[in-house]
């Protein structure tokens, strides 16, 4: 087995880390006292350097104007990307947007393509992704009561969905909603193109975030969708598939996410080293660092990210190599394990940090505020770990 990093790829992660440390790092303090929408003069300049570096949509297809990485080379450069909030933003391979143009890269038609695909690529629009339900358990999603219901040549949509990340702002929603109810359960949904201009898509509020709403791409809003007429033509896929394309979308989307936390644990741990060596903790100058239950978490920090690192990147070579649907397990299981070394290592650096990391003048709470939601989305901890141990013990039936 060869670990090493080709050529190519050292020279784009030297100059996507130098590019972050120069260009990012320095906005953070802005970014979160001032939130994102005034920020966003400042972001549109970064992201015409990242153009200018051919760096533009890394992991997107060449084919609608991307770089075309491969989902490993994507795992490598997301972890230089996600040690800052901005980062995927800037080099244009956030989330939900990624998982959109999957979508609509696979089943888009013809004409989805060039009204919504290409200018999505192009940073020119955004997008969210709406399947949740206020009422409805997202944990089973064929659950849903949003309905679509045919109208000659329209569709027209009711329900009510929540924590569609980004919708603020967004040009079109991908919508989730039963089309077929006499359909068996899982060909009963079907994903829906719906522009945010639409009469009936209300944006009712962004959801306060353990106390911060948030605002544009940074925001997961609460929508309600009231006699929402859109043309059938913005159907996505065959009727009845969206479960189907939805499970394309969600394998690939949560490696992505377990790429970019492990950004932020390799930001976390650099913080909490420097701050560990840099305290002065007793009146002989010896720092935090000297401590040796500082020096036991700097070393399991370590030890963690890199267990998580290289199962992540094996479930990425394994995707790229095999496919998706042979990753199942590796997805699953990446899903649960990143996501809490990232809450680990976000709340030692924390801890480290004392006081000075609760406050908003590092980017230690910002983390440990929007992070805790890897837990939950995409598939909570106990819904990864209960299909995996399902799946995983019918490989040893009892012996006859
Ligand atoms: C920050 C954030 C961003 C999100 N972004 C999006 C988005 O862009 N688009 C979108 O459509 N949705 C989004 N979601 C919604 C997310 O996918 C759901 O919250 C998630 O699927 C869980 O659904 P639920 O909240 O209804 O929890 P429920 O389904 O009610 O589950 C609650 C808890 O019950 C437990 N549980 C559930 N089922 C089982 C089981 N079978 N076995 C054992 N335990 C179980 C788990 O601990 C789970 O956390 C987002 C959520 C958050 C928090």
């Known amino acids: 087995m060869d670990f090493t990093v080709s050529e190519k790829m050292q020279a784009i992660l030297d100059l996507v880390n130098e590019f972050i440390d120069r260009e990012l790092l320095p906005l953070e303090a802005e970014f979160t006292h001032r939130g994102f929408r005034e920020m966003l003069p400042v972001i549109r300049e970064k992201q015409e350097k990242v153009r200018q570096m051919e760096l533009w949509a890394p992991n997107f297809p060449t ?3 991307g770089m075309g990485l491969t989902l490993l080379e994507h795992g490598l450069l997301s972890e230089a990307l996600g040690r800052s909030p901005l980062g995927h ?8 947007d990624a998982g959109n143009v999957e979508i609509l890269h696979l089943h888009g038609t013809p004409e989805q393509k060039e009204k919504y695909l290409k200018p999505l690529v192009a940073g020119r629009i955004r997008s969210c992704f709406a399947m949740t339900e206020v009422d409805m358990p997202g944990s089973n999603p064929v659950l849903l ?3 679509a219901v045919a109208d000659g040549d329209h569709y027209i949509i009711n329900g009510h969905k929540w924590f569609a990340t980004a919708a603020d702002g967004a040009d079109f929603a991908i919508v989730m909603a039963v089309t077929n109810p006499e359909a068996p359960e899982y060909l009963q949904a079907s994903m829906i193109i719906v522009p ?4 009936g898509f209300n944006l009712v509020r962004n959801i306060p975030i353990m106390g911060h709403e948030g605002e544009d791409y940074f925001s ?7 006699s929402c007429r859109v043309p059938r033509s913005n159907l996505l896929g065959p009727e009845g598939h969206g479960f189907v394309i939805a499970q394309e979308r969600l394998g690939p989307g949560r490696i992505h996410h377990c790429m970019r936390w492990l950004g932020i644990c390799q930001r976390s741990f650099e913080m909490m080293c420097r701050r560990a060596n840099a305290r002065k903790i007793t009146r002989d100058g010896k720092p935090l660092a000297s401590r040796q239950i500082i ?19 094996y479930a990425a070579w394994k995707i790229d190599t095999q496919g998706a649907k042979a990753a199942r397990h590796e997805i699953s299981m990446i899903k649960f394990v990143v ?3 990232m809450q680990k290592v976000v709340d030692r650096a924390l801890q480290v940090h004392g006081g000075l990391g609760m406050t908003d003048d590092t980017i230690l709470a910002f983390f440990f505020r929007h ?17 995996l141990a399902r799946r995983l013990l019918q490989l040893y039936p009892p012996k006859a």
């Not at 945010?196 to 009469?199: I, L, N, R, Y």
């Not at 920090?301 to 290289?310: S, T, Y």
């Not at 992070?371 to 299909?387: L, N």
Request: charged letters at 20%; one cysteine or more; aromatic letters at 10%.
């Open 196 to 199: 945010t201009d639409t009469p």
């Open 371 to 387: 992070e805790r939601a890897a837990r939950i989305y995409d598939g909570a901890d106990e819904v990864h770990k209960v299909s």
């Open 89 to 96: 933003y800037v080099f244009w391979c956030q989330a939900p």
């Open 220 to 226: 997961h809003g609460e929508i309600l969708f009231q």
């Open 295 to 313: 020096q036991a978490w700097v070393a399991e920090c370590a030890a963690d990210i890199q267990a998580a690192r290289l199962m992540t990147l």
């Open 339 to 341: 996501a809490n070394t």
């Open 145 to 147: 009561e949003t309905t």
């Open 63 to 65: 084919d609608c104007g």
